[in-house]
């Protein structure tokens, strides 16, 4: 609505602007016609009459420029008028840093502020960021709560003590009762080698030093290097060729057991993928999930891997094999697609898939967001005969509201949970809370990560419905799989 209203001002003086032009220009056309005096006086006129309409269109011309060059939440540059600054202030002589400064959890902030507030911080660290800069230094609002930041390059110890002076005046943040927000920004820093390097690619590089952040420095940060330089090189190479792998087939489904616990025989299964290259070999998703996930491919992933399952499912149906249900992932860049589900309901028409033959795994993380579309997604997936559970709870910062208001069939423990200690009592409070609350919403529950004995006998006790891990056994092609569950040969 803002950038609509913004819009609509910026039409508005351009039709403003226009109409005065269009009346100067009459006037010297009436002058002309109506005659003067002398020839003098006609080329006095027409000069003065052409120098009012070029002032008029040069500074119709400055105000749009800036107003386009301005962020519409932070009123400071914003990603495109950021990058040309930027690419003019390399041009000239000295070293400069990128910066990339992500806000910790601002969508907590959102939610317990409200956006209006939300939108007040940003302005503010837009504001904070600026008065730190020199002339010949820039920042712009890249995107939600994202900014870059070119400076002057000195030393790493000298940014992180210009970097130190912005924390600390944000930290300082409080509403109007005096508490304090608590904002806290991560930063990536590439520092600038080549200063024909295009802007965005800067950006991007420390974007991806911000995503390793080392704690000996004064705040927290992280410096772009040789593996990163790598790590991106690995990321075309493996963008050159996802699509022609797609094609071809290269994408596998392997299959991880899912055990029920009192007879610890194989209840389930999940669907994980693995990139077989005809010249490479295995790729894992460790090293493709990420970029997929990045880039917007891990859609089509997901889909495809939905289909597999779906014909694995047909095929056991028409074996007559045992009802086994698979559960697969679903990424949370689905919800940037209109009506994506569509095409996972035309997949369900095309094969013959009996009811809870295939649950859909939505991971925690995506219960931050609207709630009323999630249970939209819920119903769905409930009306296409599917089941829904709640992937990697206890990762981040999980809400039991998401279990109040979202109807979903299971809880899926994260791997966080069983990764301290065997003499944890805390963990395994929490651990026996969790479960007790799921049995109480009659929801199933299933730990996943579990790879020592004495955590199987000890979920065996909290009556856990579902164990996922490596204790029993690890992802497996599916004639394995096939194997184990059902004595196939």
């Excluded at 910062?397 to 301290?420: C, E, I, Q």
């Excluded at 007790?436 to 579990?450: N, Y």
Aim: glycine share 6%.
């Amino acid at each position: 609505m803002k950038q609509l209203i913004s819009r609509i001002k910026h039409i508005g003086i351009i039709l403003v602007w226009d109409l005065i032009t269009a009346i100067a220009l009459f006037f010297l056309l009436f002058i002309v016609v109506s005659g003067l005096e002398t020839e003098v006086m006609k080329a006095i006129a027409v000069i003065v009459t052409c120098c009012f309409v070029f002032l008029m269109m040069f500074m119709k011309y400055q105000l749009l420029y800036k107003q386009y060059g301005r962020d519409d939440v932070t009123g400071g540059k914003n990603k495109k008028e950021f990058e040309r600054i930027a690419r003019d202030l390399l041009r000239g002589d000295g070293q400069y840093v990128m910066v990339y400064a992500n806000v910790d959890r601002f969508k907590l902030i959102n939610e317990a502020y409200g956006n209006s507030v939300g939108d007040m911080i940003l302005r503010e660290i837009q504001t904070v960021i600026d008065e730190e800069l020199r002339w010949d230094e820039v920042s712009g609002r890249i995107m939600a709560d994202n900014f870059g930041i070119l400076m002057r390059f000195h030393s790493i110890e000298k940014l992180e003590q210009s970097l130190s002076r912005i924390s600390k005046r944000l930290s300082g943040l409080s509403d109007e009762d005096g508490n304090e927000y608590g904002i806290i920004l991560y930063f990536g820093i590439c520092v600038i080698e080549d200063n024909e390097a295009e802007v965005s690619a800067l950006l991007e590089h420390a974007n991806l030093a911000r995503k390793k952040i080392a704690p000996s420095h004064l705040v927290p940060m992280g410096i772009y290097d040789e593996k990163d330089r790598e790590r991106l090189s690995r990321d075309k190479e493996l963008e050159m060729k996802m699509h022609q792998a797609l094609e071809h087939g290269d994408f596998i489904p392997y299959l991880q057991p899912k055990y029920e616990l009192q007879g610890e025989t194989v209840a389930g299964a999940e669907a994980l993928v693995r990139w077989v290259d005809p010249e490479e070999g295995m790729i894992y998703p460790n090293e493709f999930i990420p970029l997929f996930e990045k880039n917007g491919f891990v859609v089509e992933i997901d889909l495809y891997m939905f289909e597999q399952v779906c014909k694995l499912v047909e095929k056991w149906v028409k074996e007559g094999q045992k009802l086994i249900p698979i559960s697969v992932n679903l990424s949370r860049s689905h919800f940037e697609i209109a009506n994506f589900f569509d095409k996972y309901e035309q997949l369900l028409k095309k094969y013959n898939i009996p009811p809870k033959a295939i649950e859909i795994e939505l991971t925690e993380s995506l219960f931050y967001n609207d709630m009323s579309s999630l249970n939209t997604l819920v119903n769905k997936i409930h009306q296409a005969g599917l089941s829904c559970s709640i992937d990697d709870f206890g990762s981040g910062y999980s809400s039991l509201n998401m279990l109040k208001d979202v109807k979903v069939d299971a809880l899926k423990l994260d791997r966080v949970f069983f990764a301290s200690g065997e003499d944890d009592k805390r963990g395994k409070d929490v651990i026996q809370s969790v479960i007790r609350l799921a049995q109480a919403l009659d929801l199933r529950t299933i730990s996943e990560g579990v790879e020592k004995r004495n955590q199987v006998e000890f979920l065996k006790q909290m009556h856990c419905d579902l164990i996922q891990g490596y204790v029993f056994a690890k992802p497996m092609p599916i004639q394995e799989f096939e194997c184990l569950a059902f004595g196939a040969k």
